[in-house]
DNA sequence: GGGTTTTCTTAACCTAGATTAATGGAGATT
DNA sequence: AATCTCCATTAATCTAGGTTAAGAAAACCC
């Protein structure tokens, strides 16, 4: 398992790629999204040091995410085979509660709760990432994030 | 692994409630949702047979999730112990998958590319649930699917 | 099978957030 | 230091989908 110099703004994995990796983020931040029909970026996750970031599709399927570094990184790219997913199920029941509670989330909860969420759940990605790309990630556009701060300033 | 009858609107599991279960369905329909603050229903998950429900949180945490039957059903009821975890990664990763997708999609998706996209992969589902659950899976109201199958069905 | 409950549909109106466009600032590049 | 690119902000306008309300149609239940 060598370990793996990323600079920031590098590409790991591009949508549509086949035999995709796993990524565990050694230090640095990484980062994957999707792009749709109309161009536009979708952020699916963040992954700061200690964090493992993957496309869930099965090695021989096309990738759905783009994966790149925020930040110069170093990472451990590891294959994705079925014996290391035996060896440890309770990373991936984590994940799974993550992604239940973002589905939850999206789904009930307006912007702004969404947000403050967010900065409560994850103050120390809040500080290191452009605001667009959080807005990305909780599916608001920069323009209505930023508004929505300002109405909550307004407010308090 | 005795298995256990359930019938329709029978609840097996509350929001709140500790030492969640993994629920195997057998035969029937399942379906896990949780409600908001203003009351609100949010449908997670269907499961038909030979499918596999559960919460994601760890049985020593208090579940989001309500479980019910939306129809007649049989299950196996199952632990969430550690060594079962174990012996299956795979259908772990693939629940990954859908969840990635439906995320991805709820953030890229208008109400109407998601309708159709649940048809097409549900086509089952579609017929045995009522729309209204549909709807509030997909994240939108009973009223708004009601008008947009209306205006689907003029463009055609 | 008749009444009750639940679901679906329609329509009028409303609002959260998208779109478009313009401006200013902060870093990077030369 | 001047130029360039990227990012955040503001404001005006637009629209997808929410809310409310009411009636019709299924489905359910003694």
Tied chains: 1, 2.
Excluded at 52 to 77: G, R
Excluded at 90 to 116: D, G, H, N
Aim: charged share 30%; proline share 6%.
């Amino acid at each position: 398992m060598h370990p793996q110099k990323v600079k920031k703004k590098q590409i790991l994995q591009k949508s549509g790629e086949f035999d995709s990796k796993i990524y565990i983020v050694k230090s640095g931040l990484l980062r994957s999204y999707t792009i749709d029909e109309k161009g536009k970026e979708h952020v699916f996750m963040f992954a700061p040091e200690g964090w493992v970031i993957a496309d869930n599709v099965p090695p021989e399927q096309p990738t759905m995410l783009f994966i790149d570094a925020l930040e110069d990184s170093v990472v451990y790219v590891r294959k994705k085979d079925i014996k290391s997913e035996h060896q440890n199920a309770a990373p991936l029941v984590r994940r799974l509660l993550v992604l239940q509670k973002r589905v939850l989330t999206l789904m009930s909860a307006s912007a702004i709760e969404r947000f403050e969420d967010f900065v409560a759940t994850y103050p120390d990605i809040t500080q290191r990432v452009p605001q667009r790309m959080i807005a990305s990630y909780l599916g608001v556009t920069p323009e209505a994030l930023s508004k929505l701060k300002r109405e909550q300033l307004q407010r308090s």
